[in-house]
């Protein structure tokens, strides 16, 4: 059972948390953070300068003309959506048809699955297999992390087999309805990549197995922290899979890096935001790259976001598309999906270090 910590001092030894919103909430009004939990430098560093100016800049995708049936409408989607992908990586996605009733109850319930006790939530403990089908932690890795992260998560895998928790109430059956949404949405994305890259809509599809393909489903909680400027959620980290589609609960904090600066996520009311994950880089050879991405925190409010992480079939062996290399060499060897997955999870979250294992020279 998670164990209440108090706040350090220089004479008492770290504390082992279980659960960042516990141990928040059973210190009330502390005003410092456990040095385990300083990832920021405090030191001025360029590399975290953030570029207000171009959190504007984000692409906007309608999906209505990604999947009009009206050639023209249909091909400049296709091709913004190609601009998209090789400038960013990063898009938000606007009349996806996901009602917003729906992620109103999901966010709703994502927060009463985060308040219930925490035996309740440790019975989905994570055992530190990435293959569990329910985890609930916090950090990401915390068994080999240097410093931790100030978030909650809960990780299910909700496709090809859909496991979620049963509490609270009501929980579930929403989570599944979302999920299934969330891979059309993501199954016509890829499409229109496929398209994007001059290849068959079929091809990232038919290459990946999507349609038994992975995804999993992860619910960050980040409770107030009292010194944000020292502290993230999340680190600098691109995704595994092929697409992320995220929606939060109002309140900012992701961040995407475009040409060496930080750039705020400001989603449009209602959109999804995508991410463009490792898988689709390999695959489309480099010409697409994942985004790299970080959690930053607030001092006032609970911040909530739900991640779905769509990957290819977990045995399916990926690497750099066919047709692509008919006319260049491979930047990537090829790795089954769930060889990469397995160890993603359970390595300390650093940048893009997993794919530039596979990179070739
Ligand atoms: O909460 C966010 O905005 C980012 C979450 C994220 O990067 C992740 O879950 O991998």
Known sequence: MASAASIPSSSQPEPNIFSIKEFAKSNGDFSL???TYHSISQIHDDDDDVAEDLASSIPV?????LTSHHPQTHAKAVHLLG??????GVFMLTNHGIPENLVEKLMKKSREFHDLPIEEKNEYGDNKSPFQPIRHGTSFCPQVEQVHYWRDYLKATTFPQFNFPHKPPGYREVAYEYSQKIRGLARKLLEGISESLGLGSNSIVESTEFDSGHQLFVVNLYPPCPQPHLALGLPPHSDIGLLTLLTQNGIGGLQVKHHGKWVKVNPLLNSITVLLSDQLEVMSNGRYESVLHRAILNNEETRISVVLANGPALDKEIGPLAELL?????LFESMKYQDYFQFQQRSRLNDKS???EIRLN
């Open 33 to 35: 953070i456990p040095s």
């Open 61 to 65: 995708i309608d999906f209505s003309h």
């Open 83 to 88: 601009e998209a992908c090789a400038e960013w």
């Open 326 to 330: 008919e006319k260049e060499k491979p």
């Open 354 to 356: 997993r794919l530039d």
